[in-house]
């Protein structure tokens, strides 16, 4: 799928990643990019930069979705490419509060839900749609010291795959983006251990826009703005028990 012309709504679009991407699919010459952010302010100067449209929406909240997508619709006529972006991350294990865990499922996976209960009616009725769902490494691969991100990605990716075997015949797309770090708040943020060991290996949202362009192109389900991680999911699915030691090692490295 090519963005000219394309009506584009992007989740988390008012920074990182997410406005990354928006301003890409406007330079492609999307017909019109909806910038839906929980941040109302960063939404709107967004949508100001691009000549976008700012919908402040909690991605958590199904009925914000249903407002998000019964307002594109209305104004444009349909939605072509839904990206599922936002995303959070808290750190913790077991001792991570059921309130914590709920929060990171809200966004990380039935927002998701959610899009795709709202979408999908409107993009079947057409014969087709894209769905374009930021996941992460962590989703494939895991997250060292976040057993919340660790999860709820995985969740996310699971999802993913069954709207792709479940639509696929009906003309319905889904990739979805799984990069390492990225130099966005999320991974810069101050951290209680210091700089996160995937800085080093970090790459800019732009990059992250670019791998979602190309992938989606030439429809993709899954895209890996970072190379590496075609081969450690390889080797996860080749020998599982070695995958896991050499995880182990690295945790042990970046206490
Ligand atoms: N930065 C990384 O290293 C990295 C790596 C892999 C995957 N990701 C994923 O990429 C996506 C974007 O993350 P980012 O790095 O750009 O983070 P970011 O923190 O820079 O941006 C996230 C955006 O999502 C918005 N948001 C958060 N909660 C929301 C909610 N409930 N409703 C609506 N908007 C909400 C924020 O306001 C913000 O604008 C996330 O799904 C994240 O898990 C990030």
């Known amino acids: 799928m090519t963005l000219k012309d394309k009506v584009v709504v992007v989740t988390g679009g008012a ?16 017909a019109a990019v909806v910038v839906a952010d929980i941040n109302a302010a960063g939404a709107e100067a967004v949508a100001a930069e691009i000549g976008g449209w700012a919908v402040t929406t909690d991605v958590a909240r199904e009925s914000d979705i249903v407002h998000l997508v019964k307002a594109v619709i209305e104004r444009h006529g ?14 913790g294990g077991v001792e991570t509060p059921d309130e914590e865990w709920d929060a990171i499922w809200s966004v990380n996976v039935r927002a998701h ?56 015949d009906q003309g319905i797309r889904v990739s979805v983006l799984c990069p390492q770090g ?9 951290r209680p251990g210091g700089e996160s060991f995937l800085m080093a290996g970090a790459i800019t949202p732009e990059q992250v826009a ?12 899954l895209i890996l703005p970072h190379p590496e991680v ?21 945790q042990a490295g970046v206490r």
């Open 15 to 30: 920074d990182g990643i997410g406005r990354a991407l928006c301003r890409r699919f406007a330079a492609e010459g999307a």
């Open 78 to 91: 349909a939605i072509d490419l839904f990206c599922s972006n936002a995303g959070i991350i808290i750190e």
């Open 113 to 168: 839900v959610y899009a795709a209960r709202a979408v999908l009616p409107g993009m079947l009725a057409r014969g087709g749609g894209y769905l374009l769902q930021t996941v992460s490494a962590a989703g494939l691969l895991s997250q060292i010291g976040s057993a919340p991100y660790s999860v709820t990605k995985h969740a996310a990716l699971g999802f993913a795959e069954w709207l792709a075997i479940t639509y696929g």
């Open 182 to 190: 990225v130099r966005t708040n999320m991974l810069m943020r101050p």
């Open 210 to 221: 670019e791998a979602a362009m190309l992938g989606m192109a030439e429809e993709r389900f």
């Open 230 to 250: 075609a081969e450690y999911f390889q080797r996860k699915a080749s020998d599982y028990d070695r995958w896991l030691r050499g995880m182990r090692r690295l």
